[in-house]
């Protein structure tokens, strides 16, 4: 049983950082990829990064600001948050890949899904 568990999230301003934080138990951690996603109040679930062995992906609204690593030590995937943004504020997903060939900026791609860890930054 392959278990994701987020923690980091939290209420910031604008400009301000945070670390999000997945720890992964079960499985094979370092073969998988490792997603975040996110999902503001009405809105559907949006790809924010992603890390495929060492390779990253961001989406346009992120990039350069989020940057996602992994520590296959630790079976952990983080997401330092910088320059943080009110539109960047909803719940965050982490989610493990089993079968890292697919498109890794879509939900469906991906076999199992944290709880969510709310980030709420105020302006």
């Known amino acids: 049983q392959v278990q994701l568990v987020e923690s980091g999230g939290g209420l910031v301003q604008a400009g301000d950082s945070l670390r999000l934080s997945c720890a992964v138990s079960?499985?094979?951690?370092?073969?998988?990829?490792m997603g975040w996603f996110r999902q503001a109040p009405g809105k559907e679930r949006e790809f924010v990064a992603a890390i495929r062995f060492s390779d990253t992906y961001y989406s346009d609204s992120v990039k350069g600001r989020f940057t996602i690593f992994r520590d296959n030590a630790k079976n952990t995937v983080y997401l330092q948050m910088n320059s943080l943004k009110p539109e960047d504020t909803g719940v965050y997903y982490c989610?493990?890949?089993?079968?890292?060939?697919?498109?890794?900026?879509?939900?469906?791609?991906?076999?199992?899904w944290g709880q969510g860890t709310q980030v709420t930054v105020s302006s």
């Open positions: 079960g499985g094979t951690f370092r073969a998988y990829d």
């Open positions: 989610a493990a890949d089993k079968f890292p060939v697919g498109n890794y900026g879509t939900p469906k791609a991906y076999d199992y």
